[in-house]
């Protein structure tokens, strides 16, 4: 069964005050980020330069799917799971077939007959209702190598649980109910709510942190039996009387140890024999990254056979900020990145400041290998119900490789505000797909600033801008799966090059690079696993069948499990900085 949007029941549009709203929103924000810059050129830090109008554009996908996007992760058959939590009553969305869940540890219905997680088909545009038995709130998954996706943790009835929910490759999956969530109860040595899944190169996830969980564990067991997690006394010493080091800030190191970062500083981990075999300097000011003062952090696109690693965290809150929400008080947010070199013999941070400050942002890395869109949020108070007031409409764009004072650019805002609970993922196709928002203890659609979101919407960058359709290649052929250090073939095909060449001049592309994509699972402000590769090009030619416009490009696959970590990954073909219309999804193991 699949449904086109129709408005929820309940929902109450109150356009005329939204608006308005939203209208004052923009203008403080203008302000404030005046004021920004003065403070900022006082301090001798080059603030970045936002473009007037900015780039890119949105796009309204479903105005309401029923439940709100607190979590998402794309499978390598083109559908979004998405679900929230089940314990704040009804969604707007029913089970199939007057199905209902009866649950008796469940703290608000024990029995629900409304679907708390859905699954999006990006190609048609629908989505389907799924069941999740036992509280999903705030937990965290990873996408196992066969490109199952392993969700874990949660709250209440949920703090120990695994839940597994396949790629769907069949109709008849669906009609009759079988491709669903599968449920395995107290898997999980501890309780798991707020922690953070990282994929490991032999396939299996590293759970660590939660609320008071000072530790980190492995799923799936060496043994069934194995109920053991291990002591990660770096978690108790950036604790704060705030929690301001949940969901820590996880990235596989090309060494092959983990890079850990919570509140303010970040540690390398030897997860083999639990040992910190490095210890980074604390992030300058001090002020707190993690939640719930949520900035954001990804491990920045990996070279051909690379021998560096950067990290960059951005956005954030200052110390007290989260408490000073109970009072209303809503402190600007950090506008200041962090970008460090994790592999240097004495790394350092260095410091840039954003266009305007950001606090709950999503940051994605795009397929170009290029840029990293900084996406949703607010530009003051931090995470938790009502606890900001400001909301974050214009992503902004980061460019690693341009100079210093000139990587952000502003982009085109949206006119929804995607403030707590929201998130947002990469497509094949390059869009970003953004969701969730609800800031409030239950669904809240009237009497309130900032109603509960179930739209989903996506935001287009300016490389899918159709100026650029003529650079665009398009993949016309891939192999669906491949091996470790592998040399393999791509064809693809560029209308500009095909024009070129028919009128006689040749040439016609641009230098072509392939990226290797894997896809994240998305929640509070962190895209988990999340990881851009880019691959080793040994040369491009043009097609043995001289079509105009016809390309071959070979490529060296990463030599190794701790470059890419096993499971399914898209890959782009990139002409300059425009990638393919499409990528495709390829299997390495």
Same mark, same amino acid.
């Given at each position: 069964?699949?449904?086109?949007?129709?408005?929820?029941?309940?929902?109450?549009?109150?356009?005329?005050?939204?608006?308005? !709203?939203?209208?004052?929103?923009?203008? =403080?924000?203008?302000?404030?980020? +005046?004021?920004?810059?003065?403070?900022?050129?006082?301090?001798?830090? =080059?603030?970045?330069?936002?473009?007037?109008?900015? !780039?890119?554009?949105? /796009?309204?996908?479903?105005? @309401?799917?029923?439940?709100?996007?607190?979590?998402?992760?794309?499978?390598?058959?083109?559908?979004?799971?998405?679900?929230?939590?089940?314990?704040?009553?009804? $969604?707007?969305?029913?089970?199939? #077939?007057?199905?209902?869940?009866?649950?008796?540890?469940?703290?608000?219905?024990?029995? #629900?007959?409304?679907?708390?997680?859905?699954? *999006?088909?990006?190609?048609?545009?629908?989505?389907?209702?799924?069941?999740?038995?036992?509280?999903?709130?705030?937990?965290?998954?990873?996408?196992?190598?066969?490109?199952?996706?392993?969700?874990?943790?949660?709250?209440?009835?949920?703090?120990?649980?695994?839940?597994?929910?396949?790629?769907?490759?069949?109709?008849?999956?669906?009609?009759?109910?079988?491709?669903?969530?599968?449920?395995?109860?107290?898997?999980?040595?501890?309780?798991?709510?707020?922690?953070?899944?990282?994929?490991?190169?032999?396939?299996?996830?590293?759970?660590?942190?939660?609320?008071?969980?000072?530790?980190?564990?492995?799923?799936?067991?060496?043994?069934?039996?194995?109920?053991?997690?291990?002591?990660?006394?770096?978690?108790?010493?950036?604790?704060?009387?705030?929690?301001?080091?949940?969901?820590?800030?996880?990235?596989?190191?090309?060494? %092959?140890?983990?890079?850990?970062?919570?509140?303010?500083?970040?540690?390398?981990?030897?997860?083999?024999?639990?040992?910190?075999?490095?210890? *980074?300097?604390?992030?300058?000011?001090?002020?707190?990254?993690?939640?719930?003062?949520? %900035?954001?952090?990804?491990?920045?696109?990996?070279?051909?056979?690379?021998?560096?690693?950067?990290?960059?965290?951005?956005?954030?809150?200052?110390?007290?900020?989260?408490?000073?929400?109970?009072?209303?008080?809503?402190?600007?947010?950090?506008?200041?990145?962090?970008?460090?070199?994790?592999?240097?013999?004495?790394?350092?941070?260095?410091?840039?400041?954003?266009?305007?400050?950001?606090?709950?942002?999503?940051?994605?890395?795009?397929?170009?290998?290029?840029?990293?869109?900084?996406?949703?949020?607010?530009?003051?108070?931090?995470?938790?119900?009502?606890?900001?007031?400001?909301?974050? *409409?214009?992503?902004?764009?980061?460019?690693? /490789?341009?100079?210093? &004072?000139?990587?952000?650019?502003?982009? @085109?805002?949206?006119?929804?505000?995607?403030?707590?609970?929201?998130?947002?993922?990469?497509?094949?196709? !390059?869009?970003?797909?953004?969701?969730?928002?609800?800031?409030?203890? *239950?669904?809240?659609?009237?009497?309130?600033?900032?109603?509960?979101?179930?739209?989903?919407?996506?935001?287009?960058?300016?490389?899918? #801008? &159709?100026?650029?359709?003529?650079?665009?290649?398009?993949?016309?052929?891939?192999?669906?799966?491949?091996?470790?250090?592998?040399?393999?073939?791509?064809?693809?095909?560029?209308?500009?090059?095909?024009?070129?060449?028919?009128?006689?001049?040749?040439?016609?592309?641009? +230098?072509?690079?392939?990226?290797?994509?894997?896809?994240?699972?998305?929640?509070?402000?962190?895209?988990?696993?999340?990881?851009?590769?880019?691959?080793?090009?040994?040369?491009?030619?043009?097609?043995?069948?001289?079509? =105009?416009?016809?390309? /071959?490009? @070979?490529?060296?696959?990463?030599?190794?499990?701790?470059?890419?970590?096993?499971?399914?990954?898209?890959?782009?073909?990139?002409?300059?900085?425009?990638? $393919?219309?499409? &990528?495709?999804?390829?299997?390495?193991?």
């Amino acid at each position: 069964m699949r449904m086109q949007s129709k408005p929820p029941n309940n929902q109450v549009l109150q356009l005329s005050s939204i608006v308005t !709203g939203r209208v004052t929103m923009k203008l =403080a924000l203008l302000t404030r980020d +005046l004021v920004l810059l003065l403070v900022l050129a006082c301090a001798g830090i =080059a603030p970045a330069m936002a473009a007037i109008g900015g !780039g890119g554009r949105w /796009e309204l996908l479903q105005r @309401s799917i029923g439940v709100s996007a607190m979590h998402m992760q794309l499978l390598h058959n083109d559908r979004v799971i998405i679900f929230d939590r089940t314990d704040f009553g009804h $969604s707007n969305l029913s089970l199939p #077939d007057g199905r209902c869940r009866r649950n008796p540890r469940e703290r608000v219905l024990r029995v #629900d007959c409304t679907a708390h997680s859905a699954e *999006y088909d990006v190609a048609s545009n629908t989505f389907r209702p799924l069941s999740v038995f036992t509280d999903t709130w705030c937990s965290s998954g990873t996408v196992a190598p066969d490109g199952t996706l392993i969700q874990t943790g949660g709250w209440n009835d949920g703090y120990r649980n695994v839940r597994t929910m396949r790629a769907c490759d069949k109709v008849g999956d669906e009609d009759d109910g079988s491709c669903d969530w599968n449920e395995t109860q107290d898997a999980l040595a501890e309780n798991r709510w707020y922690a953070t899944n990282q994929i490991l190169p032999d396939g299996r996830a590293f759970i660590v942190g939660g609320r008071r969980q000072f530790n980190y564990e492995f799923f799936p067991k060496a043994e069934g039996s194995d109920t053991s997690a291990i002591a990660l006394p770096f978690l108790v010493q950036t604790r704060d009387p705030e929690e301001n080091n949940l969901y820590p800030f996880v990235h596989l190191n090309i060494d %092959g140890n983990l890079f850990i970062f919570a509140k303010n500083r970040a540690v390398l981990l030897d997860y083999k024999k639990n040992k910190i075999v490095r210890t *980074y300097p604390e992030l300058a000011g001090g002020d707190p990254r993690n939640y719930p003062s949520s %900035g954001s952090s990804v491990l920045l696109p990996l070279k051909p056979s690379p021998t560096e690693a950067e990290v960059l965290v951005c956005g954030g809150a200052p110390v007290g900020s989260y408490n000073s929400t109970k009072d209303k008080n809503f402190y600007p947010a950090l506008a200041t990145c962090g970008r460090i070199k994790i592999t240097d013999a004495s790394p350092s941070w260095v410091i840039e400041a954003m266009p305007s400050p950001r606090v709950m942002g999503d940051m994605i890395l795009l397929p170009n290998g290029a840029e990293v869109a900084i996406i949703n949020g607010a530009t003051d108070g931090t995470a938790g119900w009502e606890s900001a007031s400001t909301p974050a *409409y214009a992503p902004v764009m980061y460019r690693p /490789e341009h100079a210093p &004072g000139d990587r952000f650019e502003e982009q @085109s805002a949206t006119d929804i505000p995607r403030l707590y609970h929201s998130s947002a993922i990469l497509l094949r196709d !390059g869009r970003v797909l953004v969701g969730g928002s609800n800031p409030h203890i *239950y669904y809240n659609f009237s009497g309130v600033q900032y109603p509960t979101e179930l739209s989903l919407e996506a935001f287009s960058p300016e490389y899918l #801008d &159709g100026a650029n359709d003529v650079l665009r290649p398009t993949i016309t052929g891939a192999p669906e799966s491949v091996a470790y250090g592998e040399s393999v073939t791509l064809r693809f095909e560029v209308p500009a090059a095909a024009t070129r060449r028919r009128r006689g001049r040749g040439g016609g592309i641009g +230098l072509v690079s392939v990226t290797m994509v894997a896809p994240s699972f998305t929640t509070h402000s962190f895209a988990m696993n999340q990881r851009v590769l880019l691959l080793d090009v040994v040369r491009t030619t043009a097609a043995a069948s001289h079509r =105009a416009g016809a390309y /071959e490009v @070979s490529v060296v696959m990463p030599a190794t499990a701790v470059l890419a970590p096993p499971g399914y990954y898209m890959v782009f073909v990139v002409n300059g900085h425009i990638p $393919s219309s499409e &990528g495709v999804w390829v299997h390495i193991q």
